[in-house]
């Protein structure tokens, strides 16, 4: 399912932004304290695993084999969600989507509150909040991937410093999306400043609920704006 991109008068675009913000959170989360891992970033992961699988000390292949394969998870799962909402107003489907990745990161929290970071123990709390939050990452970006909003994607930023550079006005273009792509960067920076902060000062349980508190307060007000009783196409 494809919902109509964002105009000058969606929401949308102030609804990524903010969950760009929560990315850089939930990767403070994982690396800062589920070890070298990343749940938000797979191409990050890649490269762990990659380190990984040369021997090299201090990175392991469970950890990043098990984000790579919760993210898969959830991504396959929200596109048959995506599927199964087209043509119903697309405030359904981001509700019910924050609802779901939501739910995640709180039950992570859960878990997180009887997890020790300094030992990483026990090996089934660190597993599962990879998982947990792993698969709503995943879900969250093949959401997001179906939005088509240009230039925010809440996660990858490769692409968006790329266009920033080639498109500016230094190289002989028109700047365009300058400020999206500014606002995309500078929301994830802010994020894993608050959550490195979080992290270290009090544990994984308050940035992990923050997450799913702002994702779902975002997607709710995003949700009362006309332009989300569209429907949604597939």
């Known amino acids: 399912m494809s919902a109509p991109a964002a105009t000058g008068n969606s929401p949308l675009p102030w609804l990524l932004i903010l969950l760009s913000v929560t990315t850089g959170l ?115 970006n093949a959401t997001v991937r179906q939005l088509k909003v240009p230039d925010l994607t809440t996660t990858v930023l490769t692409l968006t410093l790329t266009g920033l550079a080639a498109d500016s006005s230094l190289a002989g273009g028109a700047n365009t999306n300058a400020r999206r792509r500014i606002a995309s960067v500078a929301a994830i920076l802010l994020g894993a400043a608050i959550g490195a902060v979080m992290v270290t000062q009090s544990g994984l349980v308050l940035p992990l609920v923050v997450v799913g508190a702002l994702v779902l307060a975002g997607t709710a007000v995003c949700a009362l704006h006309p332009v989300a009783a569209t429907p949604a196409a597939a």
């Open 26 to 140: 939930v990767d403070a989360v994982s690396v800062l304290g589920l070890g070298k891992v990343f749940t938000a970033n797979m191409t990050g992961n890649v490269v762990f695993l990659g380190f990984a699988a040369a021997g090299t000390p201090g990175f392991l292949v469970m950890p990043a084999m098990t984000a790579l394969a919760s993210f898969l998870a959830g991504a396959l799962i929200a596109g048959r969600v995506g599927r199964m909402l087209a043509g119903r107003p697309m405030r359904h489907w981001l509700l019910a989507a924050a609802l779901f990745e939501t739910s995640l990161f709180w039950i992570a929290a859960i878990i997180a509150a009887g997890f020790d970071v300094g030992a990483q123990a026990p090996a089934s709390g660190l597993y599962a909040i990879i998982a947990l939050t792993g698969f709503a990452m995943g879900f969250r």
